[in-house]
């Protein structure tokens, strides 16, 4: 992974960022609604559980061609942001 996200045009790294983080945070808040384990735990996990699955997906469309090294990039960063925010969830 490199910093090649930064050629991205403005407009493409902001609506990456205005789909995926909403999407992933709502995803995660349902779950949390719906677990048995508590909001916050449930709300944490589904922020940060998938991040290896995530990966794997980027590696693969990015071997088949179908995304670029640049959206890669941006899409890695965005997951790993998730792992990083995802322990205030829990406290």
């Given at each position: 992974?490199?910093?090649?996200?930064?050629?991205?045009?403005l407009?493409?790294?902001?609506?990456?960022?205005?789909?995926?983080?909403?999407?992933?945070?709502?995803?995660?808040?349902?779950?949390?609604?719906?677990?048995?384990?508590?909001?916050?735990?449930?709300?944490?996990?589904?922020?940060?559980?998938?991040?290896?699955?995530?990966?794997?997906?980027?590696?693969?469309?990015?071997?088949a061609?179908?995304?670029?090294?640049?959206?890669?990039?941006?899409?890695?960063?965005?997951?790993?942001?998730?792992?990083?925010?995802?322990?205030?969830?829990?406290?």
């Amino acid at each position: 992974m490199d910093a090649s996200f930064l050629d991205l045009p403005l407009m493409t790294v902001a609506v990456v960022l205005v789909a995926a983080v909403p999407a992933k945070a709502a995803g995660a808040a349902l779950a949390g609604m719906l677990a048995p384990t508590g909001y916050r735990l449930a709300t944490a996990a589904g922020l940060m559980g998938k991040g290896v699955a995530e990966l794997a997906l980027l590696v693969l469309l990015a071997e088949a061609g179908l995304i670029g090294q640049p959206l890669f990039a941006l899409l890695s960063v965005v997951m790993l942001g998730y792992i990083l925010l995802a322990p205030a969830g829990i406290s």
